[in-house]
């Protein structure tokens, strides 16, 4: 497992390599489901440049990326789940903020994570049995804080229509930061910066964030207290383990 | 006014360096209006810190501060309008996103504005006189962009509460942005990577923004479209010039 995880160490700093060489060229910007659900040539050749890689390198491993319908269940043998680009409509108006993305799993279970935010040049890594770190410094375990000290990073719609009473329990913190990533989002949760995290987000979005934060005491759930499916998009929250029970008397059906 | 400049310039980064060298500390945090609306003894002593340099190489200048009561009409004689920390929330519970600010005005007339964003390591200076820079680097005017491509920064609570039809206008774009802190959220309009930027602030959120702004086909209005009174808290819009018209049209009173 070693080895795998350094290889997909190399395979992030290549790939962000590769997203930063093109960065200055014209996009092709492509509407997806609708028109803020965008995807970019730059998404699609780097997903592509990551399969080549990982194929060449573990041919029998299966692939789950976001872009160009590739499709495989986490749950049944040993699957890479990529991000190319998250945050994509941060990498097309404001150029920062995004993240490319790898989470590995064997039979179900998440072996090892990886977030690379790309502007801000720091790489977070780690989960399984790999301790977490970002640039190989390691991180912390939740530490309780008071609430109404903390930050909650969230969906601005879903903020803003109090979805299942998110702005009701935005209201016990010091308020919402809505960065428009969910890689950036998770990686200030994993830092400590924001008490946690909520939106509509697919397996891709959250599954090395998800790796990570259960070695630091995180959870991933549905915004209902369900374990996720790992499949669909869904409304999720990752919040410290400690407060799950808190949580969910303010986050209803 | 050189030599002016100069000096702010100086000031700004030894205000900087003096924040940083503090950020370990335990803060001691207070209330001010309201549970979200807090102060650290940072903040107060930046400020001081800042005045008494001032004050000790012009001392007949004005100066209005965030902080300390410090009061004096930007209409009146040559005043620096000081903003130690903005963005203290995400200072005390992100430590990141969050400026010291400086503009100086004569008169009523803004000279030039900086925003040093303290985390990102990003100095934004100029306006009046001087071009605008990032570090050094000029900064070009706004570039007319299809306003579906863009994002809008915004605060979270005007934004959730629809106020005056804001979140109507943000349909018309990519979305919103919450960054908790006007210096970072305009520096990004300074940059094109915000469309604009909507919040209800107080002139030391906004006069450096405003000045350099202005030089880089920039316009700070209130949300009904007036001029600003530099005096109390106000929702304002810091928008492409070229954009208030069409703004105009879906922001109403």
Request: proline share 3%; glycine share 10%.
């Amino acid at each position: 497992m070693k080895d795998k995880f350094e290889f997909a160490q190399d395979l992030i700093r290549q790939a962000v390599t590769y997203v930063r060489n093109r960065m200055t060229e014209d996009l092709q910007i492509e509407e997806k489901t609708r028109f803020d659900d965008l995807v970019t040539n730059i998404d699609k050749d780097t997903q592509d440049f990551m399969v080549s890689r990982i194929q060449a390198n573990y041919p029998d491993d299966y692939i789950l990326g976001e872009e160009n319908d590739l499709y495989h269940d986490v749950k049944e043998g040993h699957v890479w789940v990529l991000d190319p680009i998250d945050g994509t409509v941060n990498f097309i108006a404001q150029g920062r903020d995004f993240a490319v993305m790898i989470a590995y799993y064997e039979e179900g279970l998440g072996k090892f994570g990886l977030i690379y935010d790309v502007t801000g040049g720091n790489l977070y890594s780690g989960g399984g049995q790999f301790e977490v770190t970002c640039n190989g410094k390691p991180l912390s375990s939740y530490q309780n804080r008071p609430l109404f000290r903390q930050l909650l990073g969230a969906n601005g719609r879903m903020y803003a229509d109090n979805y299942l009473g998110l702005a009701d329990f935005a209201q016990e913190l010091l308020g919402v930061r809505v960065l428009g990533s969910a890689g950036i989002s998770m990686s200030r949760v994993l830092e400590g910066q924001l008490f946690g995290y909520c939106s509509s987000i697919s397996p891709w979005d959250y599954a090395a964030a998800s790796i990570m934060g259960e070695k630091l005491g995180y959870e991933l759930l549905t915004m209902t207290g369900e374990p996720l499916d790992y499949k669909s998009r869904q409304a999720v929250m990752f919040i410290p383990k400690a407060e799950v029970a808190r949580v969910k008397k303010v986050i209803h059906k």
